[in-house]
């Protein structure tokens, strides 16, 4: 009777059920068929709760074979977070996830990379004033327009035309006299090409922005020797509609790096591009090109030439708890161990009695 039953085990074995077909007097025990039913689940539930322990562990020795990546999902933004992950218990883990591929470093040209002169944007305007015969703006209009786009100029502060024909043409015309004042010599400032080589050994990537054309900057890029792949993205005045204060090419720089903004750096040299960072939830380091230390403490970090930085100094800065993405870490719970002391006896007012 017993071989004619399928005998079938939790494990898969019909020899561990058949020595269980028999009590200890030796005689044999008829099992029902439901029996077997119920250990064909036990074992389905059994074989799918393996895999899954075996899938989460797979996960924690390979994490990045299990990654998905920005490109595969599109429309999926901000892209997940690739920092360390404070609840991680092995410390290969968090040094692998620690490197220095999930920050980015985002660059503007003028006066942080390469040495800049102020007053030739100055020059420009008054010239293309005086081309236009408007009157010359002041002091402090030139300063409030400090690194808008020139329609954003023209339109808004300058207020001097708001035709799109018109803004087109002057703002081309303002970057003709510029360039032939500035005479397309460029030159690195001190400390900035060791730096972008610092940051391209390991491999961090890295965005230019600028409100001047891209014509304008790539001639640049190729005329000061910066190879091509340096710069993962580069954001000009034809890709955003605002310069700064505004956040936009900040914010538009760190969606091409697949960054979310709270893992990029701003390096920028004036307070326009703090309050811009600052907007876009990035972090900025100020570099004191064209004003004093004391005028820049606003910014995250203030240095006076890129070399004074180091790798470990961008992670401190992009370093950022788990608790500002709203997740909090689980509370353990406390165990109350027992008192092996006995209770004290309750006091008793003999008075009252």
Request: glycine residues 6%; contains cysteine.
């Amino acid at each position: 009777m017993i071989e004619s039953i399928s005998s079938t085990s939790l494990l898969g074995h019909s020899l561990i059920l058949r020595h269980n077909l028999r009590n200890v007097s030796g005689k044999q025990i008829v099992v029902k068929p439901c029996c077997f039913r119920r250990f064909r689940a036990i074992k389905a539930q059994a074989m799918e709760l393996a895999k899954e322990s075996n899938l989460y562990r797979e996960k924690e020795r390979f994490p990045r074979s299990f990654d998905t990546d920005l490109d595969q999902k599109p429309g999926l933004w901000p892209p997940k977070n690739k920092a360390d992950n404070p609840s991680l218990q092995n410390p290969l883990v968090r040094q692998e996830r620690m490197g220095c591929g999930w920050l980015g470093a985002i660059f503007e040209w003028e006066g942080v990379l390469i040495e800049d002169n102020p007053d030739l944007e100055k020059q420009s305007w008054l010239a293309l004033s005086q081309e236009e015969g408007k009157s010359p703006p002041p002091a402090f209009v030139l300063r409030r327009i400090e690194g808008m786009k020139n329609e954003q100029a023209i339109s808004e502060v300058l207020c001097w035309s708001r035709d799109p024909s018109q803004l087109k043409r002057m703002s081309s015309r303002k970057e003709e006299i510029y360039q032939a004042l500035q005479g397309g010599i460029y030159r690195f400032r001190d400390g900035s090409r060791e730096f972008v080589n610092v940051l391209t050994r390991y491999k961090i990537p890295m965005a230019l922005v600028s409100t001047r054309p891209r014509k304008n900057i790539e001639e640049a890029i190729g005329g000061i020797g910066i190879e091509e792949g340096v710069f993962n993205a580069v954001v000009t005045a034809e890709d955003v509609y605002r310069g700064k204060p505004d956040p936009e090419m900040f914010v538009y720089a760190a969606q091409l790096l697949k960054f979310i903004p709270e893992r990029c750096i701003v390096f920028g040299n004036s307070n326009l591009t703090v309050e811009a960072a600052h907007d876009a939830k990035m972090k900025c380091v100020a570099v004191a090109s064209k004003h004093p230390v004391y005028e820049l403490t606003a910014a995250d970090l203030v240095v006076r030439w890129l070399d004074e930085l180091s790798v470990v100094d961008l992670k401190n800065l992009a370093d950022i708890e788990s608790g500002e993405f709203g997740s909090t870490p689980e509370l353990e719970m406390e165990v109350e161990e027992d008192d092996p002391r006995p209770p004290p006896p309750a006091a008793i007012d003999d008075g009252f009695w």
